[in-house]
């Protein structure tokens, strides 16, 4: 399975992005896609995953902000991210995650939002 993102890039305070990430080859039985992120400095952590059957899970902080969603036929999510913050400033990965097979990740698309 590869993973490629894009829709990164520079926006001010307050202002929205969309992320998209394609997964392609062998993505028979992926049933959970989402979104992580890192910062300079700081540990990778959840932002949003959505499973094969709608389920979603947002972490706190973006909550109410990012919307994550799923295109089961085209293999492909998506991250509406609304009402940007500076501290949401970080490298976006693509994760999904195949039964029986394990989890795949792609390459990091950066985020910046200036104050």
């Known amino acids: 399975v590869q993973l490629q993102a894009s829709g990164g890039g520079l926006v001010q305070a307050g202002g929205s992005l969309r992320l998209s990430c394609v997964a392609s080859?062998?993505?028979?039985?992926?049933?959970?896609m989402g979104w992580y992120r890192q910062a300079p400095g700081k540990q990778r952590e959840l932002v949003a995953t959505?499973?094969?059957?709608?389920?979603?899970n947002y972490a706190d902080s973006v909550k109410g902000r990012f919307t994550i969603e799923g295109d089961n036929a085209k293999n492909t999510v998506y991250l509406q991210m609304n009402s940007l913050k500076p501290e949401d400033t970080a490298a976006y990965y693509c994760v999904a995650y195949q039964w029986g097979m394990g989890v795949y990740w792609g390459p990091g698309t950066q985020v910046t939002v200036s104050s």
């Open positions: 080859g062998r993505t028979l039985g992926i049933n959970r």
């Open positions: 959505i499973t094969s059957g709608g389920s979603t």
